[in-house]
């Protein structure tokens, strides 16, 4: 009987895992102990998790065939953004007090949980190309090599933000076609001076940047916009995985980026002679095989 946590700043998926029973998923807010108090993640997982847990219907009926009993959950194993190796003492410990009868508790970031949910327990590249982008190589356990990401404006090749970012500058750059602009204007209804507002005055301007990626994905069909997405994935393989000069290994991908542009990935690898191995929208289901294996 375990319990499986995929969490980001937003939402936390947690998956109650029992045998060869059907999953269930229930969701809470994101839990990042970067950017949230001690106080603020325990009322998460006592009023959001705990407090719920209870009253769903699917958990309700496992109880009710004593599938889940009062020893749930044996194990629990977390996987979120900002639990970075100095933060994992503090999750193990926020995760006991809420979980005292478990007997393995381990609390890992984001980038190992994809590495596992897209490698299982072979060696590969693994990874996450979202608002974000991230990788690692992986030797089938752990993480032994990682390039920093840099955040989108350092670096990022390859995620949502980046691509809303190049595909505004070929926009009002003269790259792409007059007609793209104003179909672009059209459907958004935005234009320079408000997206200068939005990416130079308000906050997040990251995740605008990457809700570009709506009107991108609507429009492939134009050479043009196409040529953009590609550039950034060749950008985000060359910059990146190459660095771990393992091209024998496969490189898988989890994320929205990955997931909704599988083809121009997959042309953009064929450039550079990289072999795509695994590509999953989210890595809950491969991290639900992968302890469910052990």
Same mark, same amino acid.
């Given at each position: 009987m ?12 947690w998956?109650i895992?029992?045998g ?10 994101g ?9 603020e ?13 209870g009253?769903?219907p699917e ?16 194990a629990v194993?977390f996987?979120?953004?900002?639990? *970075?190796?100095e933060? &994992?003492? #503090?999750?193990?410990?926020? +995760? ?6 478990? !007997?393995v508790i381990?609390?890992?970031?984001d980038l190992?949980g ?5 490698c299982g ?20 356990n ?13 670096g990022?090749?390859g ?9 505004i ?9 007059e007609?793209?602009?104003?179909t ?10 408000e997206?200068?507002? *939005?990416?130079?005055? &308000?906050p #997040?301007?990251n995740r605008? +940047? ?6 991108? !994905?609507a429009?492939?069909d ?8 590609v550039r950034n994935?060749?950008d ?8 771990y000069?393992r ?9 929205s980026?990955a ?6 990935l ?9 072999h ?11 991290l639900i ?6």
């Amino acid at each position: 009987m375990i319990l499986i946590a995929d969490s980001g700043s937003t939402k936390t998926d947690w998956a109650i895992v029992i045998g060869s029973t059907q999953p269930v998923v229930i969701k809470t807010q994101g839990i990042n102990p970067v950017h949230q108090s001690r106080e603020e993640i325990v009322k998460v997982l006592r009023e959001e998790f705990v407090g719920v847990m209870g009253s769903t219907p699917e958990v309700q009926k496992l109880r009710s065939a004593a599938i889940l009993t009062p020893e749930f959950p044996m194990a629990v194993y977390f996987y979120g953004s900002g639990v *970075r190796p100095e933060m &994992e003492p #503090l999750m193990q410990s926020l +995760l006991k007090e809420t979980f005292p009868q478990a !007997s393995v508790i381990e609390a890992h970031s984001d980038l190992l949980g994809a590495a596992r949910a897209l490698c299982g327990r072979n060696e590969g590249i693994a990874s996450i190309l979202g608002t974000g982008a991230n990788s690692c190589l992986y030797d089938g356990n752990a993480i032994v090599d990682h390039m920093p990401a840099l955040g989108y404006v350092l670096g990022d090749e390859g995620s949502g933000a980046v691509l809303g970012k190049r595909f505004i500058h070929d926009l009002y750059g003269g790259v792409l076609s007059e007609e793209i602009k104003q179909t672009f204007e059209r459907e958004t209804k935005l234009n320079l001076a408000e997206i200068i507002k *939005r990416v130079y005055r &308000e906050p #997040l301007a990251n995740r605008f +940047l990457a809700s570009l990626s709506e009107f991108i !994905s609507a429009h492939l069909d134009d050479a043009g916009v196409r040529a953009v997405v590609v550039r950034n994935f060749e950008d985000f393989l060359r910059l990146h995985i190459k660095s771990y000069h393992r091209g024998d290994l496969p490189v898988s991908f989890v994320g929205s980026v990955a997931w909704h542009y599988q083809d121009e990935l997959k042309e953009a690898a064929e450039h550079l002679n990289f072999h795509i191995g695994t590509i999953l929208k989210t890595p809950m289901a491969g991290l639900i095989r992968y302890h469910s294996q052990r």
